[in-house]
T-cell receptor, first 114, second 113 residues
């Protein structure tokens, strides 16, 4: 059972525009959410995170929004750049776990074209 | 380079053979994780170590899989009698005891033929 869902397998955006990647989750025990970026043949690279006590976290061009009531989060990239083209994974941690195990979505392939 | 290091990067093996992968975590990180990623899926949790103790194993980790972390430093993941379904990217990650983010290595791509 997929507890973290990324329903859009791909997204194509023009350079300079906003990219919005969405993620839904089902487990109300999740208390920490992360976004990872992955290039082909490499491991995921941590991008940005948000705690469940916040509804927004910003880091440069990247902003993550959390809507706990809807169990939804989104990653905004503004402005998008060709180097942002990668697979983006949403991940979540269960507050009941002291182990830090992460649950991942299936990823969204972002393509930023000139 | 002080990141998570995995070896080898690629491994092609015949069905039925045993393979072993190594992971060197970031030196001050006491938590180490193994994940597996197949095509079209996100990483799936396999097992977790805190220092040298293996504290959790996923149901994905069949009896053919074994992981160790002697002395709480590097870790090895062994797959015995490999099957074609074992073909995947095996990812290692580490995190500090109080941290939330896990830092991943570049992975080992296993192909079983």
């Amino acid at each position: 059972d997929q507890q973290v869902k990324q329903n859009s397998p791909s997204l194509s955006v023009q350079e300079g525009r906003i990219s919005i990647l969405n993620c839904d989750y089902t487990n109300s025990m999740f208390d920490y959410f992360l976004w990872y970026k992955k290039y082909p043949a490499e491991g995921p690279t941590f991008l940005i995170s948000i705690s469940s006590i916040k509804d927004k976290n910003e880091d440069g061009r990247f902003t993550v929004f959390l809507n706990k009531s809807a169990k939804h989060l989104s990653l905004h990239i503004v402005p998008s750049q060709p180097g942002d083209s990668a697979v983006y994974f949403c991940a979540a941690r269960d507050r009941g776990s002291t182990l830090g195990r992460l649950y991942f979505g299936r990823g969204t392939q972002l393509t930023v074209w000139p | 380079d002080t990141g998570v290091s995995q070896d080898p990067r690629h491994k092609i093996t015949k069905r039925g053979q045993n393979v072993t992968f190594r992971c060197d975590p970031i030196s001050e990180h006491n938590r180490l994780y193994w994940y597996r990623q197949t095509l079209g899926q996100g990483p799936e949790f396999l097992t977790y170590f805190q220092n040298e103790a293996q504290l959790e194993k996923s149901r994905l980790l069949s009896d053919r899989f074994s992981a160790e972390r002697p002395k709480g430093s590097f870790s090895t993941l062994e797959i015995q009698r490999t099957e074609q379904g074992d073909s995947a990217m095996y990812l290692c990650a580490s995190s500090p005891g109080s941290g939330n983010e896990a830092f991943f290595g570049q992975g080992t791509r296993l192909t079983v033929v």
